[in-house]
C-alpha cells in the first residue's frame, strides 16, 4: 500500500534525493519527488536577521524552524508557483494538469512546536496553483492520508466537480484517488481546501492552498508575492496557538522579505484561519489599492492600509514603498501578532537588493520568480512599476 510507503519515504526526510529513481514504481512518490523540486534549495539554518530587524527580536517567537526539516520555506512559499505541465488540447486551449497527493505530515510551525498536520503535497499551505483565466484545470488527486478528503475549488465549475461529501465522488477515500477537471474562471486569487467533514478540522489541520488565475488582459508589471493567513490549534481545544502567514509564526519577522523602493507590489492574500470570525493585514507606512477577490482590474477599495477578511475571503494588495527602511505589516489583532502573525520588509535601494535577497537566503532566481510569475505578459500603463 503506498500510503505505508510514502510514509516511511517521508520518514526518512529523503524527499529531495527521493526524486523519480526509486518512486518510479510508486505513483505517489513520484508526485511527490516533482513537486518537490521548488523547494529544493535550503535556506540557511539559522539565518541571520536583515539589518534592524533585530530590534523587534523582544518580542518575538525564540530560535528557528528547520526549513530544510519541514521541506518548505516560508520566503520561497510566496513566490512558489505552480503552473502544472502545460500542454495544448486539439480545440486550442491550454490544458494544465496538477498531481496533488494529501498526507499526514508533522510541520514544524514555531521554533521547537511540531504540528501533526494533514498536508497536500508535504507542505501547508498546499502547492499555490496558477494558470490562465479559461485554461483547462485538471487536478490527479490521490489521497494517501489517514482519513477522507477532497478537493474543494472556489471558482465556477460543476456540482460533480466541487469535492464536497455526497455529491459526485464525494469524499475521496484513504487509498482512493480522483481527477477534479473545470476550466478556470473567474480570474482573481482564489483558494482550494478539503471539504470533508467536520470542516474545521480538515481545514485547521493544514489542508488548503492559494489557486491564481491571471486575468488575459494581464496586469501592471510588479513584484508579486502570496500570503496565506493561517494558524495552528496544537492542543486541540478549538483555539488557536499560533497564527501565521505562510505557516510558520513571525518568520517574516526573523528574516524580513526584501523590496526595492518605488517598486510596485502586488500581494495575493487568503485569509483560511479557523475558529477565529476574522484575520487582517495592516501595512505600516504605506497604503494599498485592493482588489476584493482579485476579480476585476480596477480597485474595489483605494487608498487604505489595513483589510480585514473572513474565513476563505481574499484579494489582492497593490502597493509601493516610497522610501528605503524597515517595515511592519501585521494583523491588527493584537493578539495574534503575539502569537505569530508579524512581518517585515526590508526596503531597499535597487543596488542593494542582491545584498538584502542573500541576507534571508534569497538569491537572483527568487527575485526572477517573484517579478515574472503570471502566466500572461504584462500591461504597460501608467500604473505599471
Ligand atoms: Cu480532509
Not at 505589516?329 to 542573500?358: D, I, K, R
Request: with cysteine; charged share 20%.
Amino acid at each position: 500500500m503506498f500510503q505505508h510507503q510514502l510514509r516511511h519515504l517521508w520518514a526518512r526526510r529523503d524527499l529531495l534525493r527521493l526524486g523519480l529513481g526509486s518512486g518510479a514504481s510508486l505513483a505517489g512518490a513520484a508526485l511527490l519527488g516533482r513537486h518537490a523540486e521548488a523547494q529544493t534549495e535550503s535556506p540557511p539554518a539559522h539565518s541571520v536577521p536583515a539589518h534592524g530587524a533585530s530590534s523587534h527580536g523582544g518580542s518575538l517567537l525564540v530560535g528557528s524552524v528547520d526549513h530544510a526539516k519541514n521541506g518548505f520555506d516560508p520566503l520561497r512559499l510566496l513566490v512558489d508557483w505552480d503552473y502544472g505541465r502545460a500542454s495544448t488540447l486539439e480545440n486550442g486551449q491550454t490544458l494544465r494538469q496538477y498531481d496533488i497527493v494529501a498526507f499526514d505530515r508533522e510541520i514544524e510551525i514555531a521554533p521547537g512546536l511540531f504540528f501533526p498536520a494533514w498536508t497536500y503535497n508535504g507542505r501547508v499551505p498546499g502547492p499555490t496553483l496558477r494558470c490562465t483565466e479559461g485554461d483547462r484545470i485538471r487536478i490527479h488527486f490521490i489521497n494517501a492520508g489517514s482519513h477522507p478528503h477532497t478537493l474543494h475549488f472556489h471558482g465556477f465549475h460543476t456540482a460533480e466537480m466541487d469535492g464536497i461529501p455526497n455529491v459526485g465522488p464525494g469524499e475521496i477515500g484513504v487509498g482512493e484517488r480522483f481527477t477534479y477537471e473545470f476550466d478556470a474562471e473567474p480570474f482573481g486569487c482564489h483558494l482550494y481546501h478539503c471539504h470533508a467533514v467536520p470542516l474545521k478540522r480538515h481545514i485547521h489541520k493544514g489542508l488548503y492552498g492559494a489557486f491564481i488565475i491571471d486575468p488575459k488582459a494581464g496586469r501592471p508589471p510588479a513584484r508579486e508575492l502570496l500570503m496565506v493567513m493561517n494558524a495552528f490549534d496544537t492542543n486541540f481545544d478549538g483555539d488557536n496557538e499560533i497564527y501565521a502567514v505562510n505557516s510558520v509564526g513571525h518568520e517574516y519577522a526573523k528574516r524580513p522579505i526584501p523590496l526595492i523602493a518605488g517598486e510596485l507590489v502586488r500581494l495575493y492574500l487568503i485569509n483560511i484561519t479557523e475558529f477565529d470570525p476574522v484575520n487582517s493585514m495592516h501595512l505600516h507606512a504605506t497604503f494599498f489599492d485592493y482588489y476584493d477577490h482579485g476579480t476585476s482590474l480596477e480597485p474595489t477599495l483605494r487608498m487604505v492600509d489595513t483589510i480585514m477578511q473572513c474565513q476563505a475571503q481574499r484579494g489582492i494588495l497593490e502597493f509601493t514603498y516610497r522610501w528605503p527602511g524597515q517595515y511592519m505589516f501585521h494583523a491588527h489583532q493584537t493578539e495574534f501578532v503575539e502569537l505569530g502573525w508579524m512581518g517585515m520588509f526590508n526596503v531597499v535601494p535597487p543596488e542593494q537588493f542582491p545584498a538584502a535577497l542573500e541576507a534571508v537566503g534569497l538569491d537572483a532566481a527568487w527575485d526572477e520568480r517573484s517579478t515574472h510569475g503570471s502566466t500572461v505578459a504584462p500591461v504597460q500603463n501608467e500604473q505599471g512599476g
